[in-house]
């Protein structure tokens, strides 16, 4: 299994951001997928997930702010993040939910005051 995120940058807070992970070696469209986060010094901690059959759940931090969604078609996963806050600033990687395969580079996200 391959997972490979993308879509971070440098965001004044208040702004937005769409990360994308693409997967492959999977039957996709079963997979319950997951985005986590870690920030300089922090465990890593799930920010969402999404089961196959598409319900979503989210970390009390960013509910109402952020958005996870799955195409099965392009065996990807989305991660659209609204209203961002330097305390977001973080490390973004997706994986499966209930099996973690290497969590590969991620994707830096950076939230400036």
């Known amino acids: 299994v391959q997972l490979q995120a993308s879509g971070g940058g440098l965001v004044q807070a208040g702004g937005s951001l769409r990360l994308s992970c693409a997967a492959s070696?999977?039957?996709?469209?079963?997979?319950?997928m997951t985005w986590h986060r870690q920030a300089p010094g922090k465990q890593r901690e799930q920010v969402a997930t999404i089961t196959s059959g598409g319900r979503t759940n989210y970390a009390d931090s960013v509910k109402g702010r952020f958005t996870i969604s799955r195409d099965n078609a392009k065996s990807a996963v989305y991660l659209q993040m609204n209203s961002l806050k330097p305390e977001d600033t973080a490390v973004y990687y997706c994986?499966?939910?209930?099996?973690?395969?290497?969590w590969g580079q991620g994707t830096q996200v950076t939230v400036s005051s």
């Open positions: 070696g999977l039957i996709f469209s079963i997979a319950d």
């Open positions: 994986n499966l939910a209930n099996r973690f395969y290497s």
